[in-house]
């Protein structure tokens, strides 16, 4: 089994990463940019990718830095903290991992400006109200020299603003993994207002032809390319979330220490200790489910799917849990909309349902553990 | 020797070897229970001729205490080959060849506080399962204050006159020396007037009873001092200051109680026991809460490895195994409700004296109380982990 301390690398890439954050993306940054409707920052994508964030897991031969998945989640991690909008997720761990699934010349391009933050990437798969990436219809069919798709995509995360799109369509027989311009004509895409004022779109395909080498991996078989995408994404998620739930109980311990009531701390109080370390006790937990699905993804990718749907699940129900319990040890400060508070419970909620809620994860531990 | 092989592959090799040419079969079940254990002590009787093998062949190597230092009969493996023996002997399902609180609880108190002496004494004898220890903490009425310690010790000149009451004495009826906290000084405040004394249970004047509790036979017992001349020699580390020894060993106790309730060296996940019976849950609701059981369990496993390799590189865990304490057992009360859910009413009948489910389930409600409760493990969280006022 893998050492599962945090090593001096990842400390100091966390702390580089929480003092680039504080400084560039503090939560009023995300209040900013809800206020103003405005969904993405392409300055602060630019800052991210002179990090070298952005090519976390491009190879180095394509102008990556090739950190590996654990890297790629304490960065998530910080990102989480402060609820930094950003295509981190979209473009640089799932469009990352799904490219370096198939080699070729027009592979390494694309790595190549992924890295460099010259391009983004959204995934197109859920078309119901949950994830279900087997249950996706949008059709593929063949038509002279290449494919005509026609269908329709919801919950799109970054897709109002990404330059590319994973299409995952229904083939002849099977899946089909598409990377497509998102200019491509019949391409629409209508950006949802969401609760966490995260991006993400609604598109609709009508007619929309695509080329031969616009499919990802092999016709008819999506999921050679796109399970590792996906794996991936949903480890990277899980550390974003597991970030939130660390820093919104962060705030709510420093706000049982500095309150008080009756004339004293109200963290003094017995039933808010015990509220308090229970919540602490289910952040440790997560955190070795988070540091393990890390270990895992760069053991062996095809094999994480246990320890990663392990993290999204923990993840899940624990960022749940940190933010009720947040609001609830904040009292009525923390349902006002000037509290930042309420930022880290509507993340939380859209985060849940992103690449599988918590039953969903369930589900997959059911199947690999036998219950 | 098996430890004299210092690289860690290597190491895991010969190991390997050696486990498949000497661990007997009878000992390859993979039974983590108290009962199929080997306790060592005067009066132990082995369950088999396999057992005693096992036995005295891992004494042999140094691997009835794999990390203890190799001068008093340890193994002297640092983290990493301990990793690799707990998983090869995992890999066999080979059982412990020796399990005892002389190995959990006074060994590490006594390479912390003891004398070269003491070390000399008593470690060897815990090594090779030849002298059985038991541990004298609470007393009726003290409950969670456990600091109240009434157990009085009165100098007299050459030794200690030992008079009062233990209550919940693991094996004391099976032991033969105990480790007792006792009051050494009835002045001073209740933490500074306490001494941690070894006692030989064949002393005049110390007499046992077992407890029969809810869930039917017990290995507890009520452990009596009546007029028990003790040497002064006894005492670990300074007169007066046991707490601070008492308080080290509650942390051992804490990861100890959490790791069994983990199912890592009792019971078994859910998962495992459906394997065991080729079968699935169709219950939907049952199904569920078995699942997010098994998800937690998953995880609280991870937290145990991820600790240990904290301590292993010199992070102390300290007041953090509070949380291991809370949450191993929670989880395995947790499981106990379910099991006895999946079993339905063939778990309705037992004989009340040897191991069932139903007596495991009953027996499990005692996790969140002893070794201090849930309420007080929360506590230690919020005012010492968290800072927490108060």
Known sequence: ?371 | MLIDQQDTEAFRLELRQWLAANCPAEMRDGARDETAACWGGRSWQFSSEAQKTWLERMIGQGLTTPTWPREYGGGGLERAREKVFFEEMAAIGARLPLVSFGIWMLGPALLKFGTDEQKRTYLPPIVRGEIRWCQGYSEPGAGSDLASVATRAEDRGDHYLVNGQKIWTSYADKADWIFALVRTDQEAPKHKGISFLLIDMQTKGVSTRPIRLISGASVFCETFFDDVEVPKANVVGVVNQGWDIAKYLLTHEREMISAGAAGLTGGRSIAQVLASQDSRLTDATLRARALECEIDGLAFGLTLERYKDQAAAGQAVGDASAMLKYMGCELNQRRHELLMGMAGMAALEWDGDHDSLPADWLRSRANSIEGGTSEVMLGIIAKRVLGLPG
């Open chain 1, 1 to 371: 089994m893998a050492n599962l301390i945090e090593t001096e690398e990842e400390r100091m890439l966390a702390g580089a990463a929480r003092r680039f954050l504080d400084d560039l993306a503090p939560v009023s940054h995300l209040r900013q940019m809800r206020d103003r409707m405005q969904t993405h920052d392409p300055d602060l994508w630019y800052q991210m990718s002179a990090m070298g964030w952005a090519g976390v897991l491009v190879p180095e031969q394509a102008g990556g830095d090739d950190m590996g998945f654990s890297a790629a989640m304490v960065i998530a991690h910080e990102l989480g903290k402060t609820l930094v909008i950003s295509p981190f997720l979209s473009t640089s761990v799932i469009a990352a991992t799904a490219l370096r699934q198939v080699s070729g010349s027009q592979a390494t391009e694309a790595l190549a400006s992924i890295a460099s933050g010259g391009i983004t990437y959204a995934l197109a798969i859920d078309e119901g109200a949950k994830f279900a990436p087997e249950a996706s219809q949008l059709r593929a069919r063949r038509d002279g020299n290449g494919y005509v798709l026609d269908g329709q995509k919801t919950f799109v995360v970054d897709g109002s603003f990404a330059d590319r799109l994973l299409v995952l369509a229904r083939t002849d027989n099977g899946q089909t993994l598409f990377d497509l311009d998102a200019e491509r004509p019949g391409i629409r895409r209508d950006r949802m207002k969401t609760i966490d004022s995260r991006d993400a779109a609604t598109i609709r395909f009508d007619g929309v032809r695509a080329d031969f080498d616009n499919v990802l991996g092999h016709f008819d078989d999506a999921m050679t390319v796109l399970a590792p995408a996906i794996r991936a994404g949903q480890a990277a998620l899980a550390a974003e979330m597991s970030g939130l739930a660390a820093a919104a109980f962060g705030m709510t311990v420093g706000y049982l220490k500095e309150r008080r009531q009756f004339g004293v701390a109200i963290g003094s109080f017995q039933a808010l200790q015990h509220r308090a370390a229970i919540l602490w006790s289910e952040l440790e937990l997560t955190a070795s489910a988070i540091l393990n699905a890390g270990r895992m993804l760069d053991q062996d990718l095809d094999n994480a799917q246990l320890a990663v749907s392990l993290a999204k699940a923990r993840a899940t129900a624990t960022a749940k849990l940190a933010v009720a319990e947040a609001v609830q040890m904040h009292g009525g400060i923390g349902m006002t909309d000037a509290f930042d508070i309420g930022f880290y419970m509507k993340r939380a909620r859209v985060s849940a349902e992103w690449l599988g809620d918590y039953s969903y994860h369930a589900e997959q531990i059911a199947q690999l553990r036998g219950i």
